[in-house]
């Protein structure tokens, strides 16, 4: 089971507005950062520090975390954004690690 | 630019173990910990551990524990994962990373995640 939890997929039209979510136990005062990953390929950063974008990463991927959920929104979705995305924290407890969520398959209907 | 260059496929027996290794380039080698993460066919990603290449120091995900071995040639910008006991269920694409973190303006450590990975590793553990 994972410490953070990912709905398995999410389906959005494009132009449209895809949430991705991240559950976790006090998630809030952790940071999250959040990666892409296109078949085939090693995943991309998209968003570190909770809410901040690395160079090259469009305006329209933003981050949010609050109390127990941290959100990766996509606006404008675009047929390229198709992927896996997985969010990611420092889990510090007796087996104290990164932990990664189980990953969220968005599709662009 | 950053990069991170993995060495090839690996086809590996039961029981026996794997070396990978990950070049690193364009940036100082020894200044960013490099993370070792792996991921099953259709599976997600799982961390295994990171190892800071300045000190050699390492850290192990518990599951991994007396089984991998991470280790560095600072000489050569190379980091390398090694993984015994090799089992089928060990069969995946193993990816190195570095972890990016900088000091912001109040002097406090800030961890910006893995933002360069290298292209991945396949490793097939089969009879």
């Known amino acids: 089971s994972h410490v953070l939890t990912q709905p398995p997929s999410v389906s959005v039209a494009p132009g449209k507005t895809a949430r991705i979510t991240c559950a976790g136990n006090?998630?809030?005062?952790?940071?999250v950062h959040w990666y892409q990953q296109k078949p085939g390929q090693a995943p991309v950063l998209v968003i570190y520090y909770d809410s901040d974008r690395p160079s090259g990463i469009p305006e329209r991927f933003s981050g949010s975390n609050s109390v127990t959920t941290a959100t990766l929104t996509i606006s404008r979705v675009e047929a390229g954004d198709e992927a896996d995305y997985y969010c990611?924290?420092?889990?510090?407890?007796?087996?104290?690690?990164?932990?990664f969520g189980g990953g969220t398959k968005l599709t662009v209907l | 630019q950053v990069q991170l260059v993995q060495s090839g496929a690996e086809v590996k027996r039961p029981g026996a173990s794997v070396k990978v290794s990950c070049k690193a380039s364009g940036y100082t080698f020894t200044s960013y910990d490099i993370n070792w993460v792996r991921q099953g066919t259709g599976q997600g990603l799982e961390w295994m551990g990171w190892?800071?290449?300045?000190?050699?120091?390492?850290g192990y995900a518990q599951k991994f524990q007396g089984r991998v071995t991470m280790t560095r040639d600072t000489s050569i910008s190379t980091a390398y994962m090694e993984l015994s006991s090799l089992r089928p269920d060990d069969t995946a694409v193993y990816y190195c990373?570095?972890?990016?973190?900088?000091?912001?303006?109040?002097?406090?450590?800030?961890?910006?995640?893995?933002?360069?990975w290298g292209q991945g590793t396949l490793v097939t553990v089969s009879s």
């Open positions: 990373a570095r972890a990016f973190y900088y000091y912001d303006s109040n002097g406090y450590y800030i961890s910006a995640g893995f933002d360069s």
């Open positions: 006090n998630i809030g005062i952790k940071s």
């Open positions: 990611q924290v420092w889990h510090s407890s007796s087996d104290h690690g990164w932990v």
């Open positions: 190892m800071n290449p300045n000190s050699g120091n390492t």
